[in-house]
């Protein structure tokens, strides 16, 4: 058995379901993951749900510095007295959801790196945060559920291609590390688990003029998968279907495809008309 499943056994502490907690023990796991991080020595890293430490030691073996957020504050003591002679860890009690990101990080190096194992249930929201705070992030390297590394991933077309996949690869460069069966925690979650890394872009993959309008048609291409994007835009914006099928035409798009289908230069066009016909942020 692991120091630390024996010390959370010793402390009579149980794992709290509502806020998604299943740990890692296994110490070759943690370091391969510390190690797919690519961390730098000299920049600084928020780590976000630490736990009790586990891959948090290795965090501070590898980086400069360790600013650790931890919801459960049954774990802090544990967490204290367990990484207590690692001197380059700051730790703080709180919801990275409800925290002001700005005020907790502004003593880190800039940029500063990433590292998660999260609740599945605020993934999504978390990185949607994280990659539109305008915080210098050198990259994001989370545990997330493995369907949701699949649609970070997915292509156009693919099941998974969304709003997440546009923007994660839009503002990254994002790769899957490692996928990690539901075995390797405790307690076993019931889906299995993937680690990606994902280095923040220094210029976004398209060059759009307005990345708000940018975000908006990436919106309106799901909100009706069935629908023609055409379709989509006359809902989005309260456009007739002429005006769309213009704005279509003028990005040099079919006007029978579907908004799923549409690449991120394909929205990054139909972007730039909109905002050529008027107003960016219509």
């Keep these: 058995m692991s120091k630390t499943k024996e010390r959370i056994r010793e402390s009579g502490l149980r794992y709290k379901q509502s806020l998604g907690q299943n740990f890692l023990y296994d110490e070759n796991l943690l370091a391969a993951l510390a190690e797919s991080a690519s961390l730098n020595p000299e920049e ?91 915080l210098n992030i050198s990259r994001l390297a989370l545990m997330v559920q493995k369907e949701v590394a699949e649609k970070i991933l997915s292509s156009p077309g693919d099941e998974g291609w969304g709003p997440l996949a546009i923007r994660c690869q839009y503002l990254c460069e994002p790769y899957l590390a490692m996928d990690v069966p539901a075995a390797c925690f405790t307690p076993p979650p019931k889906v299995d688990s993937a680690f990606v890394v994902m280095p923040v872009r220094k210029e976004p993959a398209v060059k759009v003029r307005s990345e708000e309008m940018f975000f908006r048609v990436a919106a309106a291409a799901f909100a009706l998968r069935r629908k023609t994007m055409a379709n989509n835009l006359c809902a989005t914006f309260r456009a007739s279907r002429e005006q769309a099928l213009g704005w279509m035409k003028k990005a040099g798009l079919d006007e029978k495809i579907r908004g799923e289908r549409l690449t991120l230069e394909e929205l990054g066009r139909l972007a730039d008309v909109i905002c050529d016909e008027g107003d960016c942020s219509a």
């Excluded at 990433?114 to 945060?129: C, G, H, K, S």
């Design 44 to 134: 600084d890293v928020l780590e976000i749900g630490p736990g009790c430490g586990s891959l948090t030691k290795h965090l501070c073996g590898a980086a400069r510095n360790v600013l650790a957020v931890e919801l459960d504050e049954r774990l802090i003591p544990l967490l204290t007295a367990f990484m207590a002679e690692q001197k380059n860890l700051t730790v703080v009690q709180g919801d990275i959801m409800a925290l002001d990101l700005e005020e907790l990080t502004k003593d880190l190096s800039s940029p500063f790196a990433v590292a998660a194992n999260i609740p599945y249930y605020i993934t999504t929201p978390l990185i949607q945060r994280l990659l539109s705070s305008g």
